[in-house]
């Protein structure tokens, strides 16, 4: 079992639609860091968060330390969303390390 | 403040040659961390580096790679003898310290095809 596991694998929506992307850990962790990757590979950092929630635009992101989740939810969702979103952990015994999930592709139809 | 520079973007390599990527920081940043995505896989950590200092090398395979930060100039990831499995997109990432609340920022990858 991978210590950080992502669903959906892959979501298509439609635009407008309340997107939401899962991440559970199984590593005591000290930060988790939500990602995008676009088709032509670039890594864009969206949050990187260690309680509770914030938000940037029509994207939130919460986490839950006791339940060992995170979700990312995109409100209002639009073509230029598609993208992969990826969750990574950073080892709460280790700063440096981190443990990537296999990333959600995320398709908005207009 | 220009952002995280890796060079090249693209490294065409045939089997058995030397691969040297290149990874600038973002200004003020002296933690350097190298990815790797093989083709239709996730991202994998492969080793963290400080100025001079190699932190954390666990994601790093045992034989031909090897990286370095050194005091002034990039940090370099080598792979020597280079196989067609060593095909992927190579990704450094850099933060100014540590820990949870250094946020990680990525360069645009160097995508190597061993032939």
């Known amino acids: 079992k991978n210590e950080v596991e992502q669903s959906p694998q892959n979501l298509t929506a439609q635009e407008g639609e309340f997107i939401t992307i899962n991440c559970s850990y199984s590593?005591?962790?000290?930060?988790l860091h939500w990602l995008q990757q676009h088709p032509g590979g670039g890594i864009v950092s969206l949050f990187m968060?260690?309680?509770g929630k914030k938000k940037h635009g029509r994207l939130i992101a919460t986490i839950n330390i006791q339940e060992k989740h995170s979700s990312l939810h995109i409100t209002a969702s639009h073509p230029r969303d598609s993208a992969v979103y990826i969750c990574?952990?950073?080892?709460?015994?280790?700063?440096?390390?981190?443990?990537f999930g296999d990333g959600t592709t995320l398709t908005v139809k207009p | 403040n220009a952002g995280v520079m890796q060079n090249p973007r693209h490294l065409v390599r045939r089997r058995g040659q030397e691969a040297r990527l290149r990874c600038s920081p973002m200004?003020?940043?002296?933690?350097v961390y190298w990815y790797r995505q093989l083709p239709e896989e996730g991202l994998k950590f492969m080793v963290y580096?400080?100025?001079?200092?190699?932190?954390?090398e666990s994601g790093m395979p045992k034989e031909r790679f090897s990286a370095e930060f050194p005091k002034e100039g990039p940090s370099i990831l080598r792979i020597q003898q280079v196989v067609r499995g060593d095909s992927a997109a190579y990704f450094c990432?850099?933060?100014?310290?540590?820990?949870?609340?250094?946020?990680?920022?990525f360069g645009p990858g160097t995508r190597l095809t061993v032939l």
């Open positions: 200004k003020g940043h002296s933690h």
């Open positions: 968060l260690s309680s």
């Open positions: 990574a952990v950073y080892h709460n015994t280790n700063a440096g390390k981190s443990t």
């Open positions: 990432a850099s933060s100014p310290r540590s820990g949870s609340y250094n946020e990680q920022f």
């Open positions: 590593v005591g962790i000290s930060a």
């Open positions: 580096l400080q100025k001079e200092n190699i932190i954390d």
